[in-house]
């Protein structure tokens, strides 16, 4: 890519839903737990709806021009603890495999970071695979602290 990146960032749309599966499955963990069929599962237009409806819940897209080229979602969350702050959960932070390695990421997270300022946030927090070495290596150079140490627990679905 030696064009300048033009960088627009939204909140995401239904007519965004099958860019949007394209770059969760574009990789080998999310090659595992995404569903990439034709015609698109309903549970994805169903969590965008609502994650639309929620004020504290944001899924943002990043554009060149008028190409998506990356995504993550911020999600505001009030907390009883530290004084009764809020913070900004990052998840869901794909950049397309063609834009890698030229600043997106980093612009797409200084942005996500002025919104949560802009809300009020005392903190950022994300998790990340412990298999995403590449990922993790990223948000430590943005500042990010591995000061904690993550659980989670699959439930069943059915």
């Given at each position: ?10 909140e ?14 574009d ?7 995404e ?17 639309e ?5 944001q ?40 834009y ?7 612009r ?12 009020g946030c ?27 140490e ?6 069943s679905?059915?």
């Amino acid at each position: 890519m030696s064009e300048k990146l033009v960088l627009t960032y939204r909140e995401a749309e239904l007519v965004d839903i099958p860019d949007l599966i394209a770059l969760l499955v574009d990789d080998e963990l999310g090659k595992l737990r995404e569903d990439a069929s034709i015609p698109l599962n309903s549970c994805y237009r169903s969590a965008l709806e609502h994650i639309e409806a929620d004020p504290n819940n944001q899924l943002i897209i990043a554009q060149n021009r008028q190409q998506l080229i990356g995504m993550l979602q911020l999600t505001f969350i009030p907390y009883l603890t530290h004084m009764g702050s809020w913070r900004c959960l990052i998840e869901g932070v794909r950049i397309h495999k063609d834009y890698r390695g030229q600043g997106l990421g980093t612009r797409l997270f200084e942005w996500a970071i002025e919104r949560a300022e802009e809300r009020g946030c005392a903190l950022v927090q994300l998790t990340s695979d412990k298999r995403r070495h590449e990922a993790i290596r990223f948000y430590e150079g943005l500042g990010f602290k591995a000061s904690h140490e993550g659980f989670k627990l699959r439930l069943s679905s059915d």
